[in-house]
């Protein structure tokens, strides 16, 4: 079965700039989510897809970030502009949605940013 | 703001000692625990669930304190390989996430 698919793996760019990050969840997981993990600390929920629904966008700073699943299958990340500290590692997984309390998680294997 | 918190570490083990570790939550809320290990530069992934009953997989062991509101993980006979950030995660009844910062293990020859 294949994993979680997250592109690109690095990216480097000016503080004010734009990027996307795309992840591709394992077939039939319903449930997505995007986290921000800084060096030194555990992932932070950023948004959390049920389908193509959120559940939970607090975390999300939305004047510069915004992610989308249109189809309720990939999912699209974007930050405009950048700033400094979000350097970070940008973590994708999924779940099957068989319940969202004890669904197992399965990871991608991350887009390294660095904002310069 | 709702916190889980974990000593950070890292904690220095040689091989084949036991090794135990706790994660505090704050939120009374929280209805479903687990541990994730991460290894450096690498993702996350499951270790281990934790249920109320407490369980048990192979060398490790998870239980979980609603009292005192704790969750904790044991490790008997620790290898290398167990070397590995130990991330904790809280879901509350509202399906809010919160993930500790970690613990850090090392385990030494």
């Known amino acids: 079965e294949a994993g979680v698919a997250q592109s690109p793996r690095y990216k480097i760019i000016e503080k004010r700039q734009s990027v996307a990050f795309w992840c591709n969840p394992i077939?039939?997981?319903?449930?997505l989510y995007w986290y921000q993990q800084i060096l030194g600390q555990g992932p932070k929920l950023l948004i959390q897809?049920?389908?193509?629904?959120?559940?939970?966008d607090s975390q999300l700073p939305k004047d510069r970030f915004s992610a989308e699943r249109l189809k309720g299958v990939d999912s699209t990340l974007k930050i405009q502009p950048a700033k400094l500290e979000d350097s970070a590692v940008y973590l994708c997984a999924s779940s099957p949605r068989t319940s969202l309390f004890t669904d197992t998680q399965y990871f991608g294997p991350g887009t390294r940013l660095t904002v310069l | 703001r709702k916190e889980v918190e974990q000593d950070p570490g890292p904690f220095n083990v040689p091989e084949g000692a036991t090794v135990a570790f706790n994660c505090t939550y704050s939120n009374s809320a929280s209805q479903s625990f687990f541990w994730y290990r991460q290894d450096c530069r690498k993702e996350p992934k499951l270790l281990m669930s934790v249920y109320s009953s407490g369980n048990e997989d192979g060398r490790f062991t998870a239980q979980l304190n609603r009292a005192s509101q704790y969750i904790s993980l044991l490790i008997r006979d620790s290898k290398l390989s167990d070397s590995a950030t130990y991330l904790c995660l809280a879901r509350d009844s509202n399906y809010q996430l919160i993930w500790g910062a970690g613990t850090k293990l090392i385990i030494k020859p």
């Open positions: 077939s039939g997981h319903a449930t």
């Open positions: 897809f049920q389908n193509n629904g959120v559940v939970d």
